[in-house]
């Protein structure tokens, strides 16, 4: 009798007889390493790069500019809140420029103009053109980071995505707390400018190979939600996160549910934000030197290193909501405990927890956003609660530095800030309880 032999994922399989296990193996290809953790990889470097290299030096240097220009703080943190707006409106269009062109084009049109502004940084002769830089290195973030990164990944990964979302994100902390020990070299040794002419050469290094060679989409992308996601990677066990249809940027806007995440996200990233703008001007005002209140930034920054992929982790296996909330509340927590400043190990131990709740919440806005509206226009709608996200941190700076201009302290804008977190906490639960519940997909209005 004839064995009759089939081979499938490179296995061979034998019914009826047993078969010779000494058979040839040609033409069985050995399984190949899924590349979507290849972009997992590119996608961390680049936001590395994208937010240690530009966001953060501002910070480091934002005492030295401010003497060179002689301008108040509330002035300078006007490059900031221009950082948000900017930012804020780049990633609603790069969202929808996602879900239409593809993520990949988008980054490679977006990289030159991020090295371009932080080079122009350092050429800047007055605070007007300090916002002119900034803006270009703004419009050029918008298209390279969080927006374009979340689209792409979501297109690789499935049931482990959430854990894809927090490795990737992690690239921020770290972007976080290398950018200003970087920084605070180059500042301590050759100036401010210089620091942001080499920053941004550094940023097109890595950036352009990374968006050219690495970030690609699936074979069978399609642009109706997940496309290609390696079988290894599937857990039947896993529990469906999502809560009913897949919307279109429309749809989520006649909900209740957007505006309230709108919200919240607005309340939270103004005092996220803010105060990791500030935490080196409050450090120092503290008595610390400039190296010590890089130190604190990047501590702060730090704890996102492991909260973002754990927070990732949990959220594959655990309430995402939940998960937000704990996340915000210890968030709320670091800045009460930044009210009670002592110094020394008081003032580290805060900026930890800040820290945690900080990196823990990032990974967690993109995998609710597809949670609550689906992946039928993922890109468009997460734009539009991105774009309410940066608007927070535009204005929460802007808070901050007008507060201590008329106080000479930053405590009454600590307070509002614990005040935010509140509502914020309060809009969630509400967007929760009232998210849309529908199995059936909305028609198009």
Partial sequence: MKNFISVESGLIIANHMSVDYNLPTMGVRKPQKFYGWWVVVASAVCLFTAYGFGFYPLTVAFKDIQGEFEVSRGMLSGAIAIFGIITAIGFLFAGRFCDKFGAPRVMRVSVPLVGLGIILVGLTQNVVQLYAAFAIYSVGLSGVSLVPINVLVSMWFGDKRGRAVGLLSAGVSLGGFGGPLVSSFLLTRFGWRPMFWVLGLAAWGLLVP??????????????????????????????SFSFGASFTLRQALGTSTF??????????????????????????????????????????SAMGIWAKPLSGFLSDRLSRVGLFLGFVLFQAVGVFLLTRMQGGASTFLALTILGIGGGGEVPLSPLLTSQFFGNLQFGAVFGALELAYALGGAIGPLVAGWVYDQTGSYLMAFFLFLAAYVVAIGSYCIAYYTRPKSKVALQNS
């Fill in 259 to 300: 505006w309230l995440q709108a919200s919240a996200l607005f309340l939270v990233s103004s005092v996220w934000v803010a105060v990791l703008s500030h935490t080196p001007n409050f450090l120092r005002d503290g008595g610390l030197s400039p190296g010590q209140a890089a130190l604190g930034l990047g501590l702060a």
């Fill in 210 to 239: 990374l968006v050219v060679w690495i970030m690609k989409t699936p074979p069978r992308a399609t642009k109706s939600g997940t496309a290609c996601v390696d079988p290894s990677l599937t857990n039947t066990k896993t529990i």
